[in-house]
Antibody, heavy 120, light 108 residues
Framework: VQLVQSGAEVKKPGASVKVSCKASGYTFNGYYINWLRQAPGHEIEWLGW????????NYAQKVQGRVTMTTDRSTTTAYMELRSLRSEDTAVYYC??????????????WGQGTLVTVSS | EIVLTQSPGTLSLSPGERATLSCRAT???????LAWYQQKPGQAPSLLIY???SRATGIPDRFSGSGSGTDFTLTISRLEAEDFAVYYC?????????FGQGTKVEIK
């Protein structure tokens, strides 16, 4: 199982960012993909999940309304778009594979992380 | 949401010593759905323990997890050089899943 994320991004406040997560080594549409982030020196924060099976989503309240998570089954890639960026969105963003049945689960497989820096 | 509090914040130990890390939840985890991760600088977290006490694939048996209800423990029986890192607990009992703030295990 491999999850390979897109490269680092630098964005201005108010802009949007879209991070990709290319999955391989397993049946993509059988699992949930979760997105998490970690600000420098801080704990890990769960942002939401997307079902690669049917596209259903569940977002954390903190980013609800600013985030959209999608999948492309043809390319086995998951995407996380975050809009109206603020300086406090500066963090390393991770995708992680969840369970095939339970939407809330632990994470055995992680992407390598994508640093998103929001700065004017 | 369930808040996880890890203690201590930093643990200063020597190789070969035993490390005991605590994770306390604000509500009981009825299904023992608690995981532990290790994170080294510049790397993604790596799963160590799930279900409070089950070791993930390839994890050496010097790592063990225990606990139930609101109190959980990760024990490293004899620290090796590669074990000095930050450790996080995560509950997946009640949505949203949440993480503790981490315990740094550093070389004394």
């Amino acid at each position: 199982v491999q999850l390979v994320q897109s490269g680092a991004e630098v964005k201005k406040p108010g802009a949007s960012v879209k991070v990709s997560c290319k999955a391989s080594g397993y049946t993509f549409n059988g699992y949930y993909i979760n997105w998490l982030r970690q600000a420098p020196g801080h704990e890990i924060e769960w942002l939401g999940w997307v079902s690669a099976y049917n596209g259903n989503t569940n977002y954390a309240q903190k980013v609800q309304g600013r985030v959209t998570m999608t999948t492309d089954r043809s390319t086995t890639t998951a995407y996380m778009e975050l809009r109206s960026l603020r300086s406090e969105d500066t963090a390393v963003y991770y995708c992680a594979r969840g369970d095939d049945w339970n939407s809330l689960w632990y994470f055995e497989y992680w992407g390598q992380g994508t640093l998103v820096t929001v700065s004017s | 949401e369930i808040v996880l509090t890890q203690s201590p914040g930093t643990l200063s130990l020597s190789p070969g010593e035993r490390a005991t890390l605590s994770c306390r939840a604000t509500q009981s985890l009825s299904s023992k759905y608690l995981a532990w991760y290790q994170q080294k600088p510049g790397q993604a977290p790596s799963l160590l323990i799930y279900g409070a006490s089950s070791r993930a694939t390839g994890i050496p048996d010097r790592f063990s997890g225990s606990g139930s209800g609101t109190d959980f423990t990760l024990t490293i029986s004899r620290l090796e050089a590669e074990d000095f890192a930050v450790y996080y607990c995560q509950q997946y009992d009640t949505s949203p899943g949440t993480f503790g703030q981490g315990t740094k295990v550093e070389i004394k």
